[in-house]
């Protein structure tokens, strides 16, 4: 069914115009998980003390997601989906490493 649906919307007006901007998206695959880099500042330089009112689950489930979309992005061969994903998965266990540094097995 997931087939069906993305081969209409290629075949739409709106997926023909998407198709053009392929390298925008794997430039915003690649900006986009450098949002995290305020809070790794903040967690490695700053403010390290505040390290325990990160929460470990939630950037061990982003790392952990960050993963699997990853690999799938390299499965179906989709530069964006991996090269964002890939930087993501970096950026989000370097957060997981900084709150087990600072702060211990927290929740």
Avoid: C
Wanted: aromatic share 14%; no cysteine.
């Amino acid at each position: 069914m997931a087939d069906k649906v993305g081969q209409k919307f290629m075949r739409s007006n709106l997926g023909h115009f998407m198709k053009h901007f392929e390298g925008f998206m794997v430039f915003v695959g690649v900006v986009g998980p450098f949002a995290t880099l305020p809070q790794l500042v903040k967690l490695y330089f700053t403010h390290s003390q505040h390290a325990s009112g990160q929460s470990l689950v939630t950037w061990s489930l982003y790392a952990a997601l960050s993963l699997l979309w990853f690999v799938y992005g390299l499965m179906v061969k989709k530069l964006p989906i991996y090269v964002g994903n890939g930087i993501s998965m970096v950026l989000n266990l370097l957060m997981v490493i900084g709150i087990m540094i600072h702060a211990g097995v927290t929740f």
